[in-house]
């Protein structure tokens, strides 16, 4: 236990810094949470959303000093490169079942 007034006033501002940092990081964490949710349910519109909010949510927490800048750069990228790789995925799956519909012929005139 502290003994010092400056020790024990230290002390307690630790105490708040800690909850209030507590309060963020689950904050971030529940966004990067609900976009990786929507990755892996593989909705775009979802998802791009989703990173949007944890974009903001990672640069505010990191503007904080609860999160380091480098750590939350790192994040943001990578979420970003898996929307970006559903998004490939999905556009090349659509030009595939585009092209493997079998055409259907006309109607033949036989009477």
Known sequence: MAIH???????????????????????????VKELRLAIANKKIEDANLSLNKAVSTLQKVQSKGVLHKNTA??????????????????AEGNKKEKSDSPKQDPPSNQS
């Open 5 to 31: 007034k400056s020790a024990i006033k230290r002390d307690r501002q630790s105490k708040v810094q800690r909850l209030r940092n507590a309060g963020y990081k689950t904050m971030a964490k529940n966004a």
């Open 73 to 90: 750069s790192r994040k943001i990228s990578r979420l970003t490169r898996q929307i970006n790789k559903l998004a490939t995925m999905s």
